[in-house]
């Protein structure tokens, strides 16, 4: 493919050869797409992640010991993993592995926010000890007691959560 000088070079001695009007209409569509180039190319999705003023997620839980130790555990400063504006911790270099290949499988679902908050379209805090794994997805809540209420009906929660998140997103995402 032609480097874009010898492109403009091309366009401009075909539009030598076309009438003068012709010729403005193709050096205004070549401004007009050079122009536009840089629109298309910062094309940036939103994220939104319940982090504390440091960027730490999970309030600094390693977030595969809720699948692994079916538990909280704590993180330490050792090992750490930026991923989609959060600073994730680890208890271990085994579990910093196991995210970094599959981050998807590990992050908590929702941002980190409360399942049941989101569900009510609302961004709410959470207890790491109200954790819960459904369908292979980490969900948080704000309490054991909002987990029951989530678990009522955990499928038609979850699916009104669902829902919801790309609306709060776009609302309040960065």
């Not at 000088?5 to 009007?21: E, K, L, M, N």
């Not at 911790?89 to 908590?108: G, I, M, Q, T, V």
């Not at 369908?135 to 929660?157: H, W």
């Amino acid at each position: 493919m032609p480097s874009f000088p010898h492109a403009v070079d091309f366009i401009v001695r075909i539009a030598s050869h076309q009438r003068p009007i012709a010729m403005k209409k193709i050096i205004i569509s070549l401004i007009i797409a050079t122009l536009a180039l840089p629109l298309f190319a910062q094309t940036s999705t939103k994220t939104l992640v319940n982090v504390d003023h440091t960027g730490i997620a999970i309030q600094g839980y390693d977030p595969v010991a809720f699948f692994t130790d079916n538990k909280p555990v704590k993180g330490g400063q050792k090992y750490l993993v930026k991923h989609d504006g959060a600073i994730y911790c680890f208890a271990s270099k085994e579990h910093e592995d196991l995210f970094r290949a599959n981050p998807a499988k590990y992050e908590p679902e929702f941002g980190g926010y409360c399942a049941y908050g989101v569900s009510r379209n609302k961004l709410v805090e959470i207890d790491v000890d109200a954790f819960q794994i459904v369908d292979g997805k980490l969900l948080l809540q704000y309490s054991k007691g909002v987990r029951d209420d989530f678990n009522a009906d955990t499928q038609g929660n979850l699916a009104k959560a669902s829902a919801n998140w790309t609306g709060l997103v776009a609302k309040k995402g960065k």
